[in-house]
């Protein structure tokens, strides 16, 4: 039996009802919707799902992101019309089996044995032979035979003859039912997991998303889905030493909160680290308090290993910050600006001010994440070199090959992975809402392999968050801290210390003796430290409320001043006469706010002049920080949070059962051919192919055919499902086995 692509064709109702239920039931219009499955399938695995409306107006533009929400390409999975498309699977693929299964039900103990004599000369695979047997006992013999090969055998005595009809393979039209039924299990388990019955309790009990914030104890019943909810796939957070029986459902528009039968209590996080910075192990230790008896359970809930409490399955998803506390000191970056430290928490926020009076400056600090791990790498770029300056007889070829040979996580990239500590990230809001991201590193990292090269704070901020960080580099002094740099942005906003620290410049270089050219040095020295350190704040303010840019500062001052006023010819000497100047009042300037602070003295060495050189770079640099004050990391207290998702799911079961049906019936219609035999056994007569053709005038075996008591005339077909060089050869094998009594 062949299975038809056809539609179910009934004879009641109207017209567009038969037409209707011809074409719902018709395979080719399941394999239509499968196709459409499949291509909103891909768009899903290609386009990230339910992200921020801004993250796809930021990667695909306005228009796209629009055409996106409104095809609801963004959420493929829970989409109404791919919802629909799965339930008229099921109606497609259900109808088509209850077209096809009687037939095929019927057809599994149907053996054919009607089939004529005369249709067996159409098959492919046919023989003839004469055997030295009566038409019976050849009969019962074949069909003895074939039955201890497994054949289902049915014998039919004709007024001509015998026929024997065999056949063996019938799962594969069991393999049909099979692969078509698990086709109708898996949708239906995806429609029972999915988002169909959420959105069936918000259309028929009047539930609802909710956008705005607080608390989640504040929010409204008509928010709230009940610990009865068959179904649901929730995120819930739990920090350390605290317990939540609330998760988060995230819709399109907004959330729903779930209640749960039970209140999960987080006891202690872990989590382990590669070599690479990249974690390695999440394991939450939970106690499980069941709401109804009060009973408490104990569990371990790791990556790929689940808890389960009443049904609802607990996974370990990913992880965050539950609330740690940080002490944050301020390092001022403009004139107006002081040093103090304030303490907050990971999530919070503090309120600020700049200034005083009514130029003050309204800031709102935002502390938004606490990283005790930061691995980066350090390798340098000394083994990359190429060109006319490679060595090839230094060229290890072995070792080159080795490197692009083999596992696919070998690299001819050098890695130095190194942990740099821990890091604070913050936002920094004007009174007008706009913020700019900071990273802060709480320890000095030291960048290359110079032994006298400093140490480096890193400030790192950024306009947006798809944009990389950009660091202002502050050297750690002898004290491994930034107190020197902010003790020297301070002295150079002070005049009376810039002229002191000339002063003692001068008396150094030039000495006593020569007082007009002393006086020159001072003139120059003056000059130089006035344009680097800039104009003062109140100049500053001024040209900020006038709406004029910036002045300059630092290096950019000095260069915009050598441009307007030394000749072009000239500009190279005097920049190196004006540069060693300014480095040596700056380095008399941090010597003499070092003794004020009663620190030792700076050693006149090679780690100093490194330091020094550094130096210069981050102070002229700070002018450009677009921040009045950064924010160091003092102190912390972490504490870590677990994100599980929290699921119950009915149709898993039915979507397990789904997919073991769909391997059985690949494998019967792929894998088992279905074969059908028929042998007619007649008595031999006077020269029958003479008188009707029914026989040849030789058998195979090339014995004559004449006329004997008890012998009979075999004429064998076989039929399968496929053709196949197996077949071929299992036709010969039984023609051998089955036609053994030739005369």
């Known amino acids: 039996m062949t299975v038809s692509t056809e539609g179910m064709k009934v004879n009641w109702g109207s017209r567009t009802l038969r037409a209707s239920v011809e074409l719902l039931s018709s395979m080719r219009f399941s394999i239509s919707l499968l196709t459409v499955i499949c291509i909103a399938s891909i768009i899903g695995t290609v386009l990230k799902q339910q992200e921020p409306l801004s993250n796809y107006v930021n990667q695909f533009g306005p228009f796209w992101a629009q055409v996106f929400s409104l095809a609801s390409l ?82 039919q005595q004709r007024s001509t003859g015998w026929m024997v009809a065999a056949k063996k393979g019938s799962a594969n039209k069991l393999g049909y039912i099979a692969a078509h039924s698990a086709i109708v299990l898996i949708c239906l388990g995806g429609l029972l997991d999915g988002d169909m019955i959420v ?46 029986s609330t998760a988060i459902l995230n819709q399109p528009g907004g959330i729903l909160l779930q209640e749960l039968p039970f209140a999960v209590e987080l006891k202690k996080f872990i989590v382990e680290y590669y070599s690479t910075g990249m974690p390695k ?115 290890d070829l072995h070792k080159a090959i080795e490197t692009r040979l083999g596992a696919a996580n070998k690299t001819v990239t050098q890695k130095e992975l190194r942990n740099v500590g821990p890091s ?46 950009q660091y202002l580099r502050i050297p750690a002094d002898a004290e491994s801290s930034m107190d020197t740099f902010i003790r020297l942005r301070a002295a150079l906003a002070d005049p009376a210390q810039r002229e002191l620290a000339v002063k003692r410049y001068a008396r150094l270089a030039v000495g006593t003796d020569r007082p007009e050219l002393a006086q020159q040095l001072i003139e120059s020295a003056s000059r130089a430290l006035a344009l680097f350190a800039g104009p003062d704040a109140s100049a500053q303010s001024a040209a900020s409320a006038a709406g004029k840019a910036k002045p300059a500062a630092g290096l950019q001052a000095i260069s915009d001043f050598m441009e307007a006023n030394v000749p072009e010819a000239e500009r190279s000497r005097a920049g190196d006469v004006l540069v060693r100047i300014l480095n040596g009042t700056l380095f008399e300037l941090t010597s003499m706010i070092r003794e004020q602070a009663g620190l030792k003295p700076l050693p006149q060495d ?51 059962l789904g997919c073991a049906f769909l391997i059985l019936g690949v494998f019967g219609m792929l894998y088992i051919r279905e074969r059908r035999i028929w042998v007619w056994l007649a008595p ?60």
């Open 74 to 155: 963004n959420t493929v999975y829970s989409a109404w019309w791919f919802l629909l498309i799965l339930a008229f699977l099921v109606v497609s693929t259900s109808l088509c089996i209850a077209r096809n299964t009687p037939k095929i039900l019927a057809d599994l103990n149907h053996l054919k044995e009607d089939v004529r004599e005369q249709s067996l000369k159409a098959f492919g695979h046919r023989a003839h032979a004469a055997l030295a047997e009566s038409p019976e006992v050849a009969a019962r013999r074949i069909g003895q035979t074939l039955v201890q090969s497994g054949w289902k055998v049915k014998l």
């Open 199 to 244: 959105r069936a309790q918000m259309l028929l009990n009047g539930k609802s998303t909710y956008t705005g914030g607080g608390l989640i104890a504040d929010v409204p019943a008509e928010h709230r889905l009940s610990e009865r909810n068959p179904t649901f796939r929730a995120n819930l957070l739990v920090a350390e030493g605290t317990q939540s």
């Open 281 to 395: 192990l999440f394991a939450s230790d939970v106690i499980i308090h069941d709401k109804a008896t009060g009973e408490k359970t104990p569990a371990r809930i790791e990556v790929n290993h689940p808890a389960n409490y009443k049904g609802v399955e607990i996974y370990q998803s990913s992880f965050d910050d539950g609330g740690s506390s940080v002490t944050l000191k301020a390092i001022p970056m403009s004139a107006a600006s002081k040093d103090f430290e304030i303490e907050g928490t990971i999530g919070g926020s503090s309120n600020l001010t700049n200034g005083q009076g009514t130029g003050a400056e309204k800031l709102t600090l935002e502390y938004t994440a606490l990283r005790v791990i930061n691995v980066e790498n350090f390798a340098g770029n000394s083994g990359g070199a190429s060109g006319s300056g490679v060595d090839v007889r230094k060229v």
């Open 424 to 469: 604070v990230s913050y936002k920094l809001r004007d009174a007008s809402g706009q913020a700019r991201e900071y990273q802060n590193y709480m320890l000095p990292v030291k960048m290359d392999e110079n032994a006298d090269s400093p140490s480096m704070y890193l400030m790192g901020v950024r306009e947006n968050p798809a944009d990389p960080f």
């Open 606 to 656: 090679e780690k100093t002049q490194a330091f020094m050189s550094q130096m210069v770079l981050s102070l002229s640099d700070a002018p450009h920080y677009p921040a009045p004050m950064a924010f160091q990391l003092k102190d912390f207290k972490q504490v870590q949070a677990s994100v599980f998702q929290v699921a119950r799911a009915p149709g898993k079961k039915i979507v397990y």
């Open 684 to 743: 031999q007569s006077d020269s029958p192919s003479e008188r009707n053709g029914d026989f040849p005038e030789r058998a195979d075996d090339g014995h004559s055919v004449s006329e004997s008591a008890g012998k009979s005339q075999a004429t064998m077909a076989l039929s399968t499902n496929r053709k196949t060089m197996d077949g071929d050869k299992e036709f010969e094998m039984l023609k051998t086995k089955l036609l053994q009594a030739p005369l």
